[in-house]
């Protein structure tokens, strides 16, 4: 992973013509850019679990609040 940073941050510079500012500010923007794009990839009813229990977990209260509304 280190090896990747110093890549991106060696490229960044030469496409900056060495100002670290400018390389930094490219390398946000860019950051931006992608988060955006993925942002719009994201399903919003996504639950993050590693196991069928820690989902069940999560989803048992919401679950039982729906069905408890829908029959009452």
Partial sequence: M???VD??????????DGD???????AL???L???ATLSGQVSRGFVRASRP?????????????REAARHG
């Avoid at 670290?20 to 490219?26: S, V």
């Avoid at 977990?57 to 609040?65: H, I, N, S, V």
């Fill in 7 to 16: 890549e991106m941050e060696a490229a960044y510079l030469e496409a900056a």
């Fill in 33 to 35: 850019q992608e988060m």
């Fill in 2 to 4: 280190e090896v990747l």
């Fill in 53 to 65: 229990a820690d989902l069940a977990r999560k989803l048992g209260p919401e679950r039982r609040a």
């Fill in 29 to 31: 923007g860019d950051a």
């Fill in 20 to 26: 670290a500012r400018d390389a930094l500010r490219r």
